[in-house]
């Protein structure tokens, strides 16, 4: 009997104005890999040049999943319609659970200088995508790290081994670990085959299972596989890595609109434009007790 051999799928980045203009590196949500169940989108920010995000992301709406954004650099500030508002410094995140519906803005508190970080959309199932928002965001020092002579990784969604994020997706079951891989060394990670797991390549370089990997690219695992092996290069490589639990529901999309039908989309875009849209003021989740 042969050994199962991981099958994976590369998908470079597309380069998309998003908000007011801003220029992201789309990976999940592009036209190669229109979602990858539960995940919707990736976008990364990453520029030394304002013009390319200093038109920032100003208000616009949210229903029917929930968004986390991690800052590796620069400052973001944000103001929503449940009353949070703040400002995201390097290394910050906050976890948006928008469901029945939001209406935010982010835009940079910086004129010149690195911007860098992710936002990732997640999928609801429909039994939640009406439920009451929710918040949560944390400064940097707030995500615990597991360092090993490989690589150093910083617990973003979930848990690693021991470690455990404040940010924790009971829906879905998603983890999202921001991993540094030290020059020509390994990370191995595995996750049940029943969930979808991909990791985002965004410094460095390296390979997995053999097939070198370019920068700004994701790599999604296929059915069945149970995680990735990734070997750095002589730079070394920082990655972003992520799994969640397919929803395996009908996915009915529309802008910032994300449900199961036409019909709730419709019912979307008519309760935005007649101020309906926010139903409810979210609650702020407190910082969960490892």
């Not at 999202?176 to 020509?184: E, I, L, N, Y």
């Not at 990734?230 to 009915?252: C, K, M, N, T, Y």
Request: with cysteine.
């Amino acid at each position: 009997m042969t050994a199962h051999t991981p099958t994976v799928r590369t998908i470079p980045a597309t380069v998309v104005p998003e908000g007011a203009g801003v220029q992201v590196y789309r990976t999940i949500g592009s036209p190669a890999l229109r979602d990858y169940d539960p995940f919707l989108l990736l976008d990364h920010i990453s520029s030394d040049n304002p013009n390319d995000y200093l038109a920032g992301f100003p208000s616009h709406p949210h229903r029917g999943f929930s968004t986390f954004t991690y800052m590796i650099d620069g400052r973001m500030a944000h103001r929503d319609s449940m009353g949070n508002q703040g400002i995201l410094g390097p290394g910050a995140a906050q976890w948006m659970k928008a469901a029945s519906g939001i209406v935010h803005s982010e835009m940079p508190q910086q004129e010149n200088g690195l911007m860098r970080g992710f936002q990732l959309w997640i999928n609801l199932p429909a039994a939640h995508k009406m439920d009451r928002p929710e918040y949560q965001e944390y400064p940097a020092a707030a995500f615990p790290q597991v360092q090993t002579p490989d690589y150093t990784l910083k617990v973003l969604i979930g848990r690693y081994a021991d470690a455990v994020a404040p940010v924790a997706d009971d829906l879905t079951r998603v983890s999202c670990f921001d991993v540094q891989v030290h020059p020509g060394k390994h990370f191995r990670h595995r996750w049940p085959t029943d969930q979808r797991h991909f990791l985002y390549l965004f410094e460095g370089g390296g390979s997995v299972h053999g097939k070198p990997i370019a920068p700004h690219t994701l790599i999604a695992a296929g059915n069945n596989d149970s995680g990735f092996d990734f070997i750095a290069d002589q730079a070394g490589a920082r990655l972003i890595v992520a799994s969640g639990q397919p929803v395996e529901e009908p996915v009915a999309r529309y802008g910032p609109f994300v449900m199961n039908t036409r019909e709730q989309i419709d019912q979307a875009m008519r309760d935005f434009q007649s101020n309906r849209f926010v139903r409810e003021r979210a609650w702020i989740k407190p910082p969960q007790t490892p």
